[in-house]
Nanobody, 123 residues
Framework: HVQLVESGGGSVQAGGSLRLSCAAS????????MGWFRQAPGKERERVAL???????RYADSVKGRFTISKDNSKNSLYLQMDSLKIEDTAMYYC??????????????????WGQGTQVTVS
């Protein structure tokens, strides 16, 4: 059973930083691509950042240059370092994993496994 648990959300002033973490089960972490998505109230869930099993990364244009996705295989963990936060970054942030199609499409609907989310509020 694939399990993902996010942590690290909170409230921060604009221009500040937060680091999100996602603890993944062993089976998830070694072979799946993993990504961060976010959803603001009244909006659709959107892609933020993605890391493939070979450590290649992708970023949404809205966060490029400000956010950094990384993973630590020894700790079965995924991270999202968020710097220069903006008010529009306020959302629930979700960690997700997928073994196949999601790695190429990056569509939320194609991701099989999701965490419960962690709230990020920028004011």
């Amino acid at each position: 059973h694939v399990q993902l648990v996010e942590s690290g959300g909170g409230s921060v002033q604009a221009g500040g930083s937060l680091r999100l973490s996602c603890a993944a089960s062993d089976y998830t972490h070694s072979s799946y691509c993993m990504g961060w998505f976010r959803q603001a109230p009244g909006k659709e869930r959107e892609r933020v950042a993605l890391v493939h099993s070979d450590s290649g990364t992708r970023y949404a244009d809205s966060v490029k240059g400000r956010f950094t996705i990384s993973k630590d295989n020894s700790k079965n963990s995924l991270y999202l370092q968020m710097d220069s936060l903006k008010i529009e970054d306020t959302a629930m942030y979700y960690c997700a994993a997928d073994p196949g199609a999601g790695c190429y499409t990056w569509f939320p609907a194609d991701y099989d496994y999701w965490g419960q989310g962690t709230q990020v509020t920028v004011s």
